[in-house]
T-cell receptor, first 111, second 116 residues
Framework: GENVEQHPSTLSVQEGDSAVIKCTYS??????FPWYKQELGKRPQLIID?????GEKKDQRIAVTLNKTAKHFSLHITETQPEDSAVYFC??????????FGRGTSLIVHP | GAGVSQSPRYKVAKRGQDVALRCDPI?????LFWYQQALGQGPEFLTY????????KSGLPSDRFFAERPEGSVSTLKIQRTQQEDSAVYLC??????????????FGPGTRLTVL
């Protein structure tokens, strides 16, 4: 089955800095890669996703890049703000239609 | 519109009790997933429905776990003879299309189950 590794587990940045979270996956058949943001005690919410027919996708301060050859994808947040503080999860979905999630990255943005 | 809702939000059970967790997906959503989320971990897949059909239950930890979606909308996750290791947040998610995990999933707020 699919295996997703996510790093780092904790990321602390100053407001205004950029943050990068990386995930690797094992199943070469995976072709859908969403990122979810989960604030403390709240439900996960999709913030951006990418499919394997593109290499990069941007939405304002958030971008995701995908390297299919290396089987890794990354979340980039620019000009971080305190409200970006949350746990971020990556996921990969392959032929089974079942998403496999990473273990999460706790992002702390210091004002 | 209304999002995914789950009830109860919190459940405390004594070891050995049976519990039932309810999920109301977004109206018209074909796919429904149940996940288990332990503290500090990502969601772990339990089971997947496409309408009323349970297409995958490979993530259910034991035969004490049972899920149903009889009319293709509301789903119930039942845990029999609860054990302490069942303590976790149980998340439900729905998506519009039949391809399940390859489309945007909308999560419910979760049910936090504590087994004493």
């Amino acid at each position: 089955g699919e295996n997703v590794e996510q790093h780092p587990s904790t990321l602390s940045v100053q407001e205004g800095d950029s943050a990068v979270i990386k995930c690797t996956y094992s199943d070469s058949a995976s072709n859908y890669f969403p990122w979810y943001k989960q604030e403390l005690g709240k439900r996960p919410q999709l913030i951006i996703d990418i499919r394997s027919n593109v290499g990069e996708k941007k939405d304002q301060r958030i971008a995701v890049t995908l390297n299919k050859t290396a089987k890794h994808f990354s979340l980039h947040i620019t000009e971080t703000q305190p409200e970006d503080s949350a746990v971020y999860f990556c996921a990969a979905t392959g032929g089974s239609y079942i998403p496999t999630f990473g273990r999460g990255t706790s992002l702390i943005v210091h004002p | 519109g209304a999002g995914v809702s789950q009830s109860p939000r919190y459940k405390v059970a004594k070891r050995g009790q049976d519990v039932a967790l309810r999920c109301d997906p977004i109206s018209g959503h074909v796919s429904l997933f149940w996940y288990q989320q332990a503290l500090g971990q990502g969601p772990e897949f339990l089971t997947y429905f496409q309408n009323e059909a349970q297409l995958d239950k490979s993530g259910l930890p034991s035969d004490r776990f049972f899920a149903e979606r009889p009319e293709g909308s509301v789903s119930t996750l039942k845990i029999q003879r609860t054990q302490q290791e069942d303590s976790a947040v149980y998340l439900c998610a729905s998506s519009l299309v039949a391809s399940g995990g390859k489309d945007t999933q909308y999560f419910g707020p979760g049910t936090r189950l504590t087994v004493l």
